[in-house]
């Protein structure tokens, strides 16, 4: 023992170098053979806790790497069950004891962002990602190489389309989309459920595409509407001749409009299917978290890339995403590489001030933000804003969706002194040569370095931008973006749907300025989460140093006054899903579409199903069964259940039709435009 | 000195054959369609019995086959398919896994089709251009197109990527019984339907460019034989050779062989490799077309089948002095049976013991472990040993007797034959469809066919049998016997006989249908299509370095040999037959096949 104890001792000054004189002393210790008893306890203490402690951590961390792999996979629920009493059965099985079996094979359409992507050639640094997941996965080479990822997730500034020596894909298969991250599941509970009716790879399809492209650039580079087209045919054929039904999310539902108008559109612009494909191949679409409208939140991302999740994130702690943390421009590299891809215009809200509001007025008009009582008694609340009683909330003017301060969001309008910033645009152009110089000295060059001090002191001068010059806006502070998407996108209501013009397929992703195809025995159904506060407007301010800085900021010392007030962080929030507002998702099924309107030629039918928001119990239920929460909605069982009848064969009137919690048909109402 | 050189050669080599060729300013020209062989393919859980939870869309097969270790029974359980119908059992559902993903790696770190993806992105293919077919490889390959509509599926990923790629012909890549699976398809692809895809008779002509087989299996394996006689081949008779007490004494509490053996007897596709053609291509008791060629390739250097041999360097007068292994007995029991002429051995008529057989199950209800040997007497496990030696044809009475539910189910889908008459209307029926010489090749005369295989490693072409020394209840009653070694350059080795080929596929099978079955406008070919046969040397890796090498000829890892890689890409991207060299032979398959006395 004590032989084991001083040959440790001698190994002691590798590692405490200022203990050299007791080391010394030791060495004379040996010679006289006989060690001095006292030291022992000092050096124990010291060293060897160390050590002890060490061992001590990492047996035990095998030890519980050993329990955890050791572990029945169903402990988890066992211990969920144990604590909130039995959970319901999930919707595939209690359906399968009901005896509904697969039926219609099913189309799964990803959103934005949700999609894997891969890749397939690469730059010097990407050696040996090939075929590895650059989006979704762990995103390990995000941290790993930051500069190399963002360089490969970037397309072609010009074109939209690929850079030169990249290739980066979609990945394909269920797999694309089922899970976003490890544990962070998308389409999976769905499929899970659907697979116990008895759906398989044969009769579920999920129709991946690279997100990041313009809808008819997906064609063009990749052929994606055609596998569409022939995945769908071939489902069709192959079950007997039952029609698809098909599920389109977030972003997939514009995606999936765009499709419809392709494939019946004429050969070299479209897929050629004739003018009935839509009625011979599809028995429904069922929509969830769709944006048909577009969203205020990509408008954010395009102007200053913070939504509310940043802007949070900034006010908690403002240190971390202003100060270049990892020696890098977060925010820009993000915003320079956002920015290239077109897909997120598609999101910019569409129909201008007649859908979004005007300056003194918005369809939401008296909203109420209190989340506790929209959720607690939605009925009466919608009673009281029918009869304009609240005089407790605060006038809000959601259709000033960017506001240069919060006293600017809230006056009257004859108040407001505005500078046409888009005189200056002329001026600017000369001014935009002068700042050149600026942008060599910043690494990261985002085009607000072009545009020079003046050109954001007039766009800050303009104070208060509604949907409709929101896009003179970006026009002038994206100009690039914009001019792409331009060419790709369309933003506007049509007036004669007849115009042969609209036959172009940037329209076609614009509900407002296309017609459903000639198919009356589709159904369309819209399908949301309701009770989650959204974004619905922003209070912006100029950022301080505006030299290498992205220029503006969302204002989040701006806070309504009273508990109700839905502004909060310099976002003004109305009723949604977090990400899509409930007018979004669903006005088109409420007033657009419903029965036969000139968007709607051949009425279709339409049903509205809302998902009221719960948050999880506890902790244990993971993201929750019956979350309304944009992504979260695809775990939520009552719509898995809507879903599962639907491809097992029920109409929507077998579903109950329409289910409303929100105000949706008063605003709607409101919103007046010519059908 | 000379390792440095060597070295450096290396450091050349070690550039990809994919960024090579797109220097020399090749790109993607036609569609690639990759169809993988029997197990190398994923296969996924979609619906399972309460023992798999969890495992929902996991890998049961490929992956890191976790689940066998920890639940073996259950995963037994969900991999075997239905004993009567060759389909999903009541209440499990297991799905081929689709996409690139499906075959790319077979466990992680094993490629299989990964090299070879991976250079053919580097001259521009990606998921648009390049398609896995990938179907579940136990079923029977019309079974694949009833239950999961997988020919269709194919037929139609075909049409599209031959429009969306400008209307370039498809180039396809099958590998070992992906081979004989595509071989069915091109059949299914133009009959009519019901039973056939309805394309018409221009389909194969019109969609596809040229079909590159990598080790094709299109005569069979004598592998199949021995897998299904008694589940075990090569490596497990080695294992059983080395240490005696593994395999036999149920450590683990499981008889894993049996247990394998009763899963696999339910996969039909197995059934789909046994050998075809019977005697007049594999031999019979007295004469085998490789006669005399086992000693030769003994002497083109194969150090680990017997190394002695190497240094009596005198190779060719083996055969001269010896009497020629005689290949064609592919079962015998005992090493003299294998040797002895045929005058000498006993003549049992091998239709004999089917009577006897199944009379007497006494033993059947004892052993959890069920199978069909559990039926069978004593009596008729004698007799079979008596019939001393068996051939490619008298092999399938064999069989029959031993496992009469399999091959009754099989041979609703598979025939071994030789067809007389090509025109006879029978030959519509999709059972003799994967069978080349009972086939027509489609009518496309601009469509080439290549072999791809590589020689050099002794193959597995015939085996030395014992019966099982227990009297237990239990146990397959017959195994290799593993103490049968030949002397130097008989090519008998632990029990089994060794020719030229790719460590699983023989030369003969391989190579013979392009060598002569199809070569020239014959009865199989009326068309005329043109067929290359390509061989590649086996070179085993320089060092550990190398894994699994880039010059291999080994079933699998010729995946990896930069020569094939090479003629694939060149063919993707436009060239033909003759501009990558015609054929390049280094076996004896010429020799071989004008042996065979074929009618063609």
């Not at chain 1, 079996?101 to 730059?123: K, Q």
Request: glycine share 10%.
């Amino acid at each position: 023992m004590s032989f084991l104890r001083r040959r440790k001792a001698t190994e002691r000054p590798h590692a405490e170098p200022h203990d050299i004189d007791t080391e010394t002393d030791d060495v004379h210790d040996k010679k006289k053979t006989k060690p001095r008893p006292k030291l022992r306890p000092k050096r124990w203490s010291c060293v060897d806790t160390c050590y002890w402690l060490i061992g001590c951590i990492f047996s035990a961390w095998w030890f519980l790497l050993f329990l955890f792999s050791a572990m029945p996979a169903s402990f988890p629920q066992y211990v969920t069950e144990a604590i909130t009493g039995p959970l319901p059965d999930p919707p595939g099985v209690k359906l399968k004891k009901e005896g509904l079996t697969a039926m219609h094979p099913v189309v799964f359409v990803p959103g934005i962002v949700t999609g894997g992507l891969e890749l397939w050639e690469g730059h010097q640094c990407a050696e040996g990602l090939f075929r590895k997941r650059l989006w979704g996965g762990t995103f390990g080479e995000l941290y790993k190489r930051p500069l190399c990822w963002a360089e490969h997730m970037s397309l072609d500034n010009e074109t939209g389309l690929d850079p030169s020596g990249i290739r980066v894909r979609p990945v394909s298969g269920l797999v694309a989309a089922d899970y976003f991250a490890p544990g962070y599941f998308v389409w999976a509970v769905l499929i899970a459920n659907l697979a116990r009716i008895g759906y398989e790879e044969k009769t579920m399809y999920m129709a991946a595409y690279d997100w990041r492209l313009s809808f008819q650039n997906t064609e063009v580079r990749d052929q994606t509407l055609s596998r569409i087209k022939s995945n769908i045919e071939l489902l069709v054929a192959t079950n007997g001749g039952n029609k698809v039904v098909v599920i389109p999310h977030s972003m997939g539902v514009l995606y999936f409009l765009h499709f419809m108008k392709w494939v019946e559109a004429p050969a070299p612009m479209g897929g050629g299917g004739g003018s009935d494909w839509c009625a011979k191949h599809i028995k429904a679409v069922m929509n969830i978290g769709a944006p048909f409208l577009g969203v205020p939140k990509a408008v954010a991302g395009l102007f200053s890339i913070e939504a509310k999740d940043i802007a949070v994130a900034r006010a908690f702690a403002p240190g971390v995403l202003d100060k270049d943390v990892f020696g890098l421009q977060t925010l820009r590299h993000m915003m320079r590489m956002t920015r290239t891809w077109d897909s997120t215009m598609s999101m910019i809200p569409k129909g201008g001030d007649t859908i979004w509001g005007s300056l003194d007025w918005s369809p939401e008009g008296y909203f109420n933000c209190s989340a506790k009582r929209l959720k607690n008694n939605d009925i009466n609340t919608a009673d009281k804003n029918g009869n304009g009683s609240l005089e407790s909330t605060k006038r809000v003017n959601y259709g000033r969706i960017i506001s240069f301060g919060k006293d600017i969001a809230e006056i009257h309008s004859h108040e407001i002194e505005r500078v046409d910033f888009r005189m200056l645009i002329v001026l600017q152009g000369a001014a935009k040569g002068n700042n050149l110089t600026n942008a060599t000295k910043c690494d990261v060059w985002t085009e607000y370095q072009e545009m020079g001090i003046e050109g954001v002191k007039s766009v800050a001068d303009y104070k208060v931008y509604t949907a409709g010059s929101i896009l003179d806006l970006l026009r002038y502070v994206a100009p690039k973006l914009m001019a792409r998407g331009d060419a790709h996108f369309s933003y506007g209501i049509a007036d004669n749907l007849d115009d042969p013009k609209y036959d172009h397929y940037k329209y076609w992703s614009n509900p407002l300025e296309t017609k459903l195809p000639n198919a009356p025995d589709m159904e369309i159904y819209t399908m949301y989460g309701v009770g989650v506060p959204t974004e619905r407007a922003y209070v912006y301010k100029l950022t301080p140093a505006a030299e290498c800085y992205i220029p503006f900021q969302i204002d989040t010392s701006a806070e309504g006054g009273s508990e109700g007030s839905c502004l909060k962080g310099g976002v003004f929030s109305v009723d949604g899903d977090e990400t899509v507002p409930v007018l979004s998702s669903g006005f088109m099924c409420a007033k657009g579409w419903r029965g036969k309107t000139r968007f709607n030629p051949s009425g279709i039918r339409t049903y509205i199903r809302e998902y009221d928001h719960a948050p999880p119990a506890n902790l244990l239920e993971g993201r929750g069964t019956q979350s309304g929460a944009h992504v979260d909605i695809m775990g939520n069982f009552a719509l898995i259940e809507d879903i599962i009848r639907v491809a097992a064969g029920a109409t929507g009137e077998d579903l109950g039709g329409d289910r409303v919690y929100s105000d949706i048909f008063k605003w709607s109402e409101k919103i007046n435009l010519q059908l | 000195m000379k390792c440095w050189r060597r070295r450096r050669t290396r450091g050349r080599v070690l550039e990809s054959p994919g960024t090579r060729l797109k220097h020399e300013g090749l790109t993607a020209l036609h569609p690639v369609v990759l169809v993988p062989g029997i197990v190398t393919g994923g296969l996924e859980l979609w619906e399972g019995r309460p023992c798999s939870e969890g495992l929902f869309r996991k890998r049961l097969w490929g992956g890191s086959f976790a689940e066998i270790f920890k639940r073996p029974m259950c995963w037994l359980e969900h991999l075997s398919l239905h004993n009567e119908t060759g389909l999903d059992p009541p209440g499990i559902r297991v799905r081929a896994v689709p996409g690139l993903v499906a075959a790319d790696y077979f466990a992680p770190g094993y490629f299989v089709w990964a090299v070879l993806i991976e250079n053919l992105a580097k001259i521009g293919y990606e998921g648009k251009n390049l398609h896995m077919a990938a179907y579940d490889w136990r079923l029977s390959f019309q079974n694949t197109e009833i239950r999961d509509q997988a020919l269709s599926r194919l037929k139609s990923k075909i049409e599209l990527m031959y429009v969306t790629n400008g209307y370039k012909k498809v180039v396809v890549v099958p590998h070992s019984m992906g081979v004989i699976y595509f071989l069915h398809f091109l059949k299914w692809v133009e009959s009519p339907p019901p039973m056939g895809g309805g394309g018409g008779p221009g389909w194969c002509a019109k969609h596809i460019k040229a079909i590159m087989n990598i080790g094709p299996a299109f005569l069979g394996v004598p592998k199949a034989v021995s897998n299904i006689f008694s589940a075990e081949s090569k490596e497990v008779a080695f294992i059983r050779a080395m240490a005696p007490s593994v395999l036999d004494s149920e450590i683990l509490g499981l008889q894993t062989l049996e247990h394998l053996m009763r899963v696999s007897r339910t996969w039909d596709s197995t059934i789909s490799l046994l050998p075809k053609g019977g005697e007049t291509i594999w031999g019979n008791l007295d004469w085998s077309p490789e006669d005399g060629h086992g000693c030769d390739f003994v002497k083109k250097g194969q150090p680990s089948m017997s190394d002695n041999n190497l240094n009596s360097s005198n190779g060719r007068s083996c055969f001269q002095v010896k009497d020629p292994v005689k290949y064609g007995r592919m079962i015998s029991f005992g090493k003299a049976a294998s040797q002895l002429p045929s005058s000498q051995l006993p003549t049992h008529d091998s239709k004999e013991f089917l009577h006897t057989s199944a009379s007497t199950n006494f033993n059947s209800s004892c052993g959890e472990v069920w199978t069909e040997y559990d039926e069978m007497s004593r009596e008729s496990i004698r007799k079979i040993s008596e019939n001393k030696a068996y051939t490619a044809r008298t092999l399938f009475d064999l069989l029959r007797s031993v496992a009469p539910k399999m091959m009754r189910r099989a041979e609703n889908h598979f025939s071994h034959g030789i067809s007389e008459n090509l025109d006879d209307p029978k030959y519509a029926h999709y059972k003799y469809w994967s069978n080349p010489l009972e086939t027509k090749l489609p009518d496309a005369p601009d469509m080439e066919i290549y072999c791809l295989y590589g020689v050099g490693i002794p193959t597995e072409r015939a085996y030395v049998y014992k019966l099982a020394p227990s009297d237990k209840c239990k146990n397959i009653p017959f195994r290799i016997d593993s103490s049968a070694d030949g002397d130097a350059g008989s090519g008998l080795k632990s029990g089994v006989y060794f020719v030229d080929g790719d460590e699983s596929v023989p030369v003969l099978s391989a190579g013979f249908m392009c060598a002569k079955g199809w070569r020239g406008r014959t009865r199989f070919n009326p068309s005329g299509m043109a067929t290359y046969i390509r061989e590649y040397r086996h070179k085993r890796p320089a060092s550990l370095l190398e894994g699994r090498g880039t010059e291999s000829g080994a079933h699998v890892d010729i995946m990896g040999n930069v020569a094939l890689i090479e003629d694939i890409l060149r063919v993707a991207a436009g060239a033909t037959g003759a501009e990558i060299g015609g054929d390049r032979i280094y076996s004896d398959i010429i020799r071989m096949s004008e042996r065979i006395n074929l009618r063609i």
